[in-house]
């Protein structure tokens, strides 16, 4: 080879030969970092808080990662995604390490439960191995849910005895280079992790600490840089935190998704929505708009009734108990989505109003 002067496109040639594969790319036109596309997370005010300035979800590319307390909605909300990844065309891999899916449970979701790829996670060490041999000959693009890494064995613990001594931080270990191996090629391949983990109390001497952070995750300390997406569901200790029937059964609860890592938007946006675990399973999406549209000049509140303002100045009344009725109007709906753009996804990325108004501050 001439040695002499190289374009940016003969650089990027020469260290992609070098690599044996493409690692080099121009940004403006095949970068492999972009979020291209997002998979809805079953709830819109959810997907509107993830990133700036657009509507999001999980991130088509990256890894993203649900963690919550028990019985938040961890598995419900992964059900959803892999509905709506299907509807997309994307093939779902689902790692169970908790021997707890129910392919009824599935199909009420929505899922098409034959086309699912159901895999027991025998071990932390096997799921990243087979994730890495399906990118390697599988063309399609994949979603692999990890349910959940949590509970999942490491082969020395499998292999082991019952000393928790024997494997201290071994997963930790094993995760820190998996994931290091497996960051690039998700990304180039297109495909999506979602890692469901659990939150556990932060035991800790450090008074302060536990105030500031009361929960952490399993895995060790280097996961949290390998995901482009975290989302932290805890729950209301308090009675009207469930949603009950006409009996006054126990059907579903209400969850907080708050955000402790978003590479698209910011950390600390916060949402809520309840999650039906009956006779119907799924979030309450719809629900949960008027929520989010409360503290919009554009809707008005006096007692049980609101007054909506469209567009053209014009008021329409209704109240709260009618509000999925309401929605059935497809001028009154549009106009919900219009405000429900306007409020929580151009505001905040225009820094229109008090940053209180979106998120919880840190007091100093």
């Not at 036109?29 to 809805?40: A, F, G, R």
């Not at 799921?127 to 979603?143: A, G, P, Q, R």
């Not at 209301?236 to 935190?241: G, L, P, T």
């Not at 998704?257 to 799924?282: A, E, H, P, V």
């Amino acid at each position: 080879m001439t040695v002499g002067k190289m374009s940016p496109d003969d650089i990027r040639k020469l260290l992609n030969k070098s690599a044996g594969q493409k690692i080099s790319h121009n940004l403006n036109k095949d970068n492999p970092t972009n979020v291209k596309e997002w998979i809805p997370t079953g709830s819109r005010w959810l997907d509107s808080i993830v990133c700036r300035g657009h509507l999001g979800g999980v991130p088509v590319g990256k890894i993203t990662e649900i963690a919550g307390l028990e019985s938040t909605g961890k598995s419900y909300m992964a059900a959803q995604v892999a509905a709506n990844a299907q509807k997309m065309g994307i093939q779902v891999v689902y790692f169970d390490s908790e021997s707890a899916l129910d392919s009824s449970f599935l199909e009420r979701t929505g899922c098409n439960v034959d086309d699912i790829i159901y895999t027991q996670a025998i071990s932390v060490e096997k799921v990243l191995e087979m994730i890495e041999t399906l990118m390697i000959n599988n063309e399609n693009k994949m979603l692999f849910i990890w349910d959940s890494l949590a509970l999942t064995p490491t082969e020395n613990t499998i292999e082991g005895d019952f000393n928790p001594q024997s494997s201290m931080a071994v997963k930790a270990r094993v995760l820190s280079k998996g994931m290091q191996k497996l960051t690039v090629p998700i990304a180039n391949t297109q495909s999506t992790m979602l890692v469901l983990n659990q939150l556990k109390t932060n035991i800790t001497r450090n008074i302060a600490e536990t105030l500031t952070t009361p929960y952490v995750t399993p895995g060790g300390k280097t996961l949290p840089y390998t995901y482009s997406l975290r989302v932290w569901l805890t729950s209301r200790k308090a009675k009207n935190s469930f949603v009950t029937d006409d009996k006054g059964f126990r059907i579903g609860s209400e969850v907080k998704c708050t955000l402790k890592k978003s590479r698209f938007g910011t950390q600390g946006r916060q949402c809520t929505f309840k999650i039906l675990w009956g006779d119907k399973i799924g979030i309450q999406d719809e629900e949960s708009w008027l929520e989010a549209v409360k503290g919009s000049p554009q809707i008005i509140s006096k007692g049980p009734w609101y007054s909506l303002v469209y567009k053209d100045g014009t008021n329409e009344k209704f109240q709260g108990a009618k509000w999925m009725d309401k929605l059935q109007n497809e001028k009154f709906r549009n106009r919900i989505l219009e405000i429900m753009d306007d409020e929580i996804i151009m505001k905040f990325d225009n820094r229109e109003g008090n940053a209180s108004d979106f998120y919880e501050i840190d007091p100093e």
